[in-house]
């Protein structure tokens, strides 16, 4: 899967450090959004997201990897 580089500004930054969870949001085949808390590492650089190989969420972005990323409050 191609690595997509997005910029991310000083308060979306600082919120990435403070938050514990965030909602990924995928499009399943017949196009309905699903949303789904995670855990995650935010090293100020990149995401870690950790999910079972075997997910729904895996196949969604698979297929589209368009997903939009949440906060939680």
């Given at each position: 899967m191609?690595?997509?580089m997005?910029?991310?500004?000083?308060?979306?930054?600082e919120r990435l450090l403070?938050?514990?969870v965030i909602w990924l949001t995928t499009v399943s085949p017949d196009g309905t959004p699903q949303?789904?808390?995670f855990w995650?590492?935010?090293n100020g650089n990149s995401f870690i997201?950790?999910?079972s190989p075997s997910s729904?969420?895996?196949k969604n972005i698979s297929r589209n990897p368009k997903v939009s990323l949440?906060?939680?409050r």
């Open positions: 191609k690595k997509q997005v910029e991310i500004d000083s308060h979306v930054a403070d938050e514990k949303p789904n808390p995650f590492n935010w997201i950790y999910s729904a969420k895996l949440n906060f939680e």
